[in-house]
């Protein structure tokens, strides 16, 4: 399962509220849900180089890192910028019944698309009981 742990996350949003701009850019809006036994993620990242995306995993933390650039000139005189530019950075927090070896990454129409399948040792299993015919009769 994944887990969703970003102490950090309620305090810019406070900030957001009191001061009315963000402490840094969002960025990667996410979606995350389970179909059967794989677990699907959708990062949206319009405008960003398929080239700047940058995964990695360590200890179940999957890091997705992603620049996105202005499009417009340094010499430029901006009107009005609400689209966020620069460096981008997110962490998921993956359960240990997750298959972190397997994970498959795609980027298309500005959202990273990514599958992590359950691990095996984590899937449901059938145990097969013996007894019955077995047995040995007690007493004489």
């Given amino acids: ?53 940058d995964l990695d995993v360590e200890r179940n933390v999957l890091t997705v890192k992603a620049e996105r650039k202005p499009t417009y000139g340094e010499n430029t005189h901006t009107v009005i910028t609400e689209r966020p530019a620069g460096t981008f950075s997110r962490q998921l927090f993956l359960g240990e ?23 095996e040792q984590a899937k449901p299993r059938k145990i097969a009981i013996n007894g019955g015919n077995d047995r040995k009769e007690l007493g004489g």
């Fill in 97 to 119: 019944t997750l298959d972190t070896d397997k994970i498959e990454a795609s980027y298309e129409a500005g959202v990273l698309k990514l599958r992590i399948p359950v691990a």
């Fill in 1 to 53: 399962m994944l887990m969703r742990t970003d102490p950090f996350r309620e305090l810019d949003r406070l900030f957001d509220r009191v001061w009315g701009t963000a402490a840094h850019p969002a960025g990667m809006p996410l979606d995350a849900w389970r179909e059967d036994e794989t677990f699907f993620v959708e990062l949206d990242m319009p405008g960003v180089d398929p080239e700047s995306i």
